[in-house]
């Protein structure tokens, strides 16, 4: 019907796509849910119709909070550091080549 679609096979659930632009080049960064809190972000190369996933482009959440803040990447994770949960803010930049982390 001349309609774009997107289809693909994640293991997890409730997906949310977000298209980005950088230096003319289509992104799709896909983020979902694996169980209890995890979230999983995977990025693709849209071209012509078509995915083609980014090798080194995935990130994890353990709080399930990843996102997409002016082309960028946020990722919130929690760790035990002796004996304490401490939350860890981690920001991360990508392009073709992949996840590159911000300082």
């Known amino acids: 019907m001349g309609v774009p679609y997107i ?3 994640l293991k997890g659930h409730t997906p949310d796509i977000t298209l980005i632009k950088k230096d003319e ?4 960064l896909i983020k979902y849910h694996t169980g209890n809190k995890l979230q999983v972000l995977k990025g693709y190369q849209y071209i ?3 995915l ?4 080194n482009l995935t990130l994890s959440s353990n709080l399930s909070e990843i996102n997409i803040v002016n082309g960028s990447i946020e990722v919130n994770n929690s760790e035990f550091v002796k004996d304490k ?9 990508f392009d073709l080549t992949g996840i590159h982390k911000k300082h």
Not at 52 to 55: A, F, Q, R, W
């Open 7 to 9: 289809a693909a096979r």
């Open 48 to 50: 012509d119709s078509t």
């Open 25 to 28: 080049i289509e992104y799709v």
């Open 52 to 55: 083609v996933e980014i090798p």
């Open 85 to 93: 949960v401490i939350n860890k803010l981690s920001y991360y930049d």
